[in-house]
């Protein structure tokens, strides 16, 4: 996991170098829908 300076988790590692702060899944075959996870911290793109 990845944590901010405040010690708020980001985000799981994955790649090394990137944290995941948000997985949306959208599949109706598996009866799955929305947000699965979201950064306690922020999350979106551009925020880092």
């Known amino acids: 996991m990845y944590y901010n300076a ?3 988790v ?3 590692e994955i ?3 990137f944290a995941i702060v ?3 899944v959208n ?3 598996a009866n799955m829908h929305g947000v ?3 950064s306690p911290d922020h ?3 551009g925020n880092w």
């Open 43 to 45: 999350a979106g793109l």
């Open 27 to 29: 599949d109706p075959c």
């Open 6 to 8: 405040d010690g708020t």
């Open 36 to 38: 699965q996870y979201k």
């Open 22 to 24: 948000e997985s949306i």
């Open 10 to 12: 980001i985000g799981q």
């Open 15 to 17: 790649w090394g170098s």
